[in-house]
Structures are given as C-alpha cells and as structure tokens.
C-alpha cells in the first residue's frame, strides 16, 4: 500500500486534545483537501470495523498542522447503538502517559523545568517525606508514592465515581509515608503522571 503524504492522527490523540474537538467535527465535511483516492485507501483499512456489531475507531488526518479528514469507523456502544464519530470522547487511560512525559520532556527543552526538580516545587501540598521526589522519579515509577486508585479504593471511592485531578491531588497529599525511599525502587504508579500532568 502507498505511504500517505500526510500523518495519522490515532483516536488516543483526538481524546488527549479536546478543545480540537470542534475542530475535527466540522473538518469531516471538509474532506476536499484530501485526495479522494486516499480517503478511499483509508476508507479501506477501517472497512471491517465499519459496522454495527462490533466497536471500531475513530481518526483524523492533518496537513500542516490542519485536520482535513476525520471519520469514525463503527461504534461507541454497542449495548447502546452509538456509533464512532470524530467527536468521540476515548478513555484512553495509560495511553495518555507517552504523551505527558513528552509535554514534560518539551518544557525541559525550553529550560523552563528539570527532570531533576523537586515535585514539591510545582505541587507544595505535598507533605515533605524527608526524600525528594523529583519528576524523574515520577516518570520512571520510582518515586515511592502510593498509586492513586489503590487510595481512592481505601477511601471507599468505586470504579464508577467521578473523580477528578483535585480528588487525587487531595488523597496524594494526605498520604503520611512512602512505600520506599524515591529511586531504590520501581512500583508502577498513576499517581506520579497525575502530578506530572499538574506540571
């Protein structure tokens, strides 16, 4: 198959940026500025989830930084009978942590921060654990920091509530110790790309 001479945007980033929503919505009727030919080729990829029984996917592809086709492919919700469409809201969950440690990695670049500062720097409800806590800690899971959904549980909070960065950023400062001094070693952690997303 011919390479397109244009990116693909994949729906994790689409739900990553919502205020491109509108944007992408009203570029599914501009699809003029894309050769008909390759919509067609990627009409094609997504053929065998372009149907009502099975959940499919949803993407945009941008010229210089300009969206000129989205589509969803499929559907939403099954039980429901919503189909994919480019306003489609993804809960992408982890998928999103690449793209905060490269917003993080691009602000390092501009000088405006370190991978070597302290968290406490940018979040100062957070209790001070006699060990800093610096983001690098956070983006490699070795900061020593309880996961967020671990203390939520313990908090009697269910899957299905609304919880929101305040929420974690509440439970996050109430903790009193660390599971283990920042950097000795590795425990996957939510709570530490929630902080770098604050950043």
Known sequence: MKTFPVRLLACASLALFPASFSRVAAAET?????????IRQIDAVFAGWDNTR????????????????ARGYGMSNLEH??????GSIFHVASISKQFTAAAVQLLAADGKLSWSDDIRRYVPELPDYGHTITLAHLAHHTSGLRDQWTLLDWAGWRDDDLITE??????????????FAPGEEYAYCNTGYTLLAVV
């Open 54 to 69: 099975s959940p499919g996917a949803t993407i945009a592809v941008s010229r210089h930084g300009q969206v000129v086709f």
């Open 81 to 86: 009978d919503v189909p994919l469409t480019p």
């Open 30 to 38: 501009k699809t003029a500025a894309l050769d008909p030919a390759i």
């Open 166 to 179: 305040g929420d974690v950023l509440k439970i996050a400062a109430r903790q009193k110790v660390l599971n």
